[in-house]
């Protein structure tokens, strides 16, 4: 789960397993190092190599470690920033999921309950009539409008939905229309986190997408 | 979700979308509307069959669904018109970009993931600049 303090836990434990491997990088080179020019000195020399070898380390393995902890520093912030724009795209997209549900859901109880009234009404007028059955039509559309959302809601879950022209074209047009819902600071001015509906919450545990970027 | 299900899922949505002319709850509205036309029409048959002028009773009842999809797309058709584009000619240009590019579709996912986050953080820029412009004008409030 994304969250600030495992991010950093994570960043952390990243780093120093670099710093553990560059040292080892460094041990392994330098005796190679001081193995080869040895192996062309004298044998009288030989008794330099336990000098040669722990300054050897030293010196590798030390600047080995110098030269990680900066590039670390600059990969934990890109980790930091990564995650926190994934969480805040996948924040937008249960957002859109939310009112799309909140929307269709509407339009749908509208829709059955309209038709429902339409369809007594033709066959109280005409029962004989096949015109009642022109009911069907709308209760299609609806089931046509509920595959949609769940396509959408599939799509989101596994963290791929705004990834092609005509998604990323209707996620920015709703972040337009609605911005004024937007407000993804807290009130000490850092990002906030993202909290998942109840029933998203129970989607999550299937989906490791929302799982893993979320909290 | 694995590359083949995410092309199905991407190629079925569309297919959804070209179905309920890419505004779905509109359309289904439309569709209701066209079936209250039609039970309109049944229900005043009596009264319309004596219009001489045109006769309305005697067009296919299944019209009705598409002229009511017609009338409640029409709003919308004027409001395109009318308002200026909710997409801008950047974001529209920067699409064009992506797609017309020689980019694969991973890198093609992840371009769009960027845009997206750029307009998310633009959102939020902007809304921090409505927050400052309030407490400047509070201020100046207060001062006065």
Redo the contacts between chains.
Sequence with gaps: MYNDENLELFCELKTRILIVRNVMIGIACSYILVATILAFLPKAYHIYRFIAVPIGIVLVGGLAAIKTLPLDNRNLKAIKKKAQ??A??LA?SIMYLDYIHR??MR??I??IL??VV?GL??FW??PN?S?YF??V??VC??L??L??KS??S??IM?G?F????????E???F???H?DI????DGDGNPRRVFLPENLLEASEKFPRIREVAT | MTNFEERISRLILRLIDVLLLRNPERTVMGVLLGIVFAFLTTLFHPVLIKVELFDITSAPKWGWIPLGILVVHLPMVVWNIVHKPTMNDEVDEIIRLIEKGNFTDSEKRQMYRNLIQQCISSVDLKRNFTETMQSVQQSLRDTE
């Design positions: 724009g994934e805040a795209h937008v929307k269709y339009v749908v509208y829709v309209s038709t339409i009404g033709l007028i005409n009539s015109v022109l009911s039509v709308p559309y609806c046509i409008l595959a949609r396509f959408i599939q799509r596994n791929v705004g990834t092609n022209a005509r998604e990323a074209k996620l920015i047009q972040i337009r229309m911005c937007f407000d993804f600071k």
